[in-house]
């Protein structure tokens, strides 16, 4: 399904797009319904204690299917269950998802990069969100379940947890396998799609190729700042591995509080790799780098 550097790849996944949004915008669908009385769950749990947080802000993430994969089906829910939560609570209790995912894009951050709760919870506290909705679609040949996670940002609490059976046609169903018409680098074999250890092996093995490993990454250096605090965690990047096993280009999906992504992001260009193959031959790709920083 990815990795095929052709134009024509490309302008199949638009057209998939386009029919998808189409079939989608049916204002008299079934399962607006459920996702409905799903919202309105939601803002019962957010309303009700009223002590979640002194001002609230909700953000909601793309869905991602089963295998942790981005589709479009999940992203038209979470923008819909959003819209949703918006006429319940007002616009200003809830993160525009649209706005978010594009800002996300345009800094070279995979929106399924979110799946990975402590880059969630970096970015949403940049958005201002205090929630967030977590959720995943579980789909067969014949129905197609939506369970989601409201997750209190400042201390990870999950608050609730609740599951929906979608009413959907067939060709809707389908959706769930479609992946979403979001651009990258034609250049690059394998984007940044996914975050779990399963399912980037998954994507590896459906294109074919091999994962970069690790030949000289040396652990990186506290900065003072951080030292001084005790910090203890890990920063994330969204890294670019070219062909000779080097970190062309760097992202950070998730930063701290105390310059060490910062420091760490220059320090990359140091690393060497081996890189991704496929066909024996090394391709460049997008591998997502956790660093993690202890006191000893």
Request: overall charge neutral.
């Amino acid at each position: 399904m990815l990795g095929f550097n052709s134009h024509m790849f490309f302008l199949r996944v638009f057209v998939s797009f386009v029919l998808a949004t189409s079939t989608l915008g049916q204002s008299t669908a079934p399962h607006e319904s459920e996702l409905s009385t799903l919202a309105d769950r939601l803002a019962h749990e957010i309303e009700l204690p009223r002590k979640h947080a002194p001002s609230l802000k909700i953000l909601v993430l793309d869905f991602p299917n089963q295998r942790g994969m981005a589709n479009v089906l999940g992203e038209h829910m979470s923008e819909r269950l959003s819209d949703l939560l918006t006429e319940r609570l007002g616009p200003e209790q809830v993160v525009a998802q649209k706005q978010f995912r594009a800002d996300l894009l345009s800094a070279g951050i995979s929106p399924f990069d979110m799946q990975n709760h402590d880059v969630a919870f970096w970015n949403a506290k940049k958005t201002g969100a205090n929630l967030i909705v977590f959720g995943q679609l579980h789909s067969s040949a014949t129905e197609t379940t939506l369970t989601v996670q409201l997750v209190r940002v400042p201390d990870k609490t999950e608050l609730s947890t609740a599951s929906t059976d979608l009413t959907l046609t067939e060709e809707t169903r389908s959706l769930v396998d479609k992946f979403p018409a979001w651009q990258f680098d034609p250049a690059v074999l394998v984007p940044c799609l996914v975050s779990t250890r399963d399912a980037v092996a998954d994507l590896y093995k459906t294109v074919g190729a091999s994962q970069p490993k690790c030949i000289h990454c040396p652990q990186m250096p506290y900065t003072d700042k951080a030292r001084k605090a005790r910090y203890q965690g890990a920063v994330k990047f969204d890294a670019i591995i070219d062909e000779q096993g080097r970190v062309s280009a760097a992202t950070v999906v998730q930063g701290d509080d105390y310059g060490l992504a910062t420091h760490a992001k220059s320090a990359l260009k140091d690393w060497r790799l081996e890189p991704a193959a496929k066909d024996g031959k090394p391709v460049r790709v997008c591998s997502q780098i956790e660093i993690t920083f202890r006191l000893y």
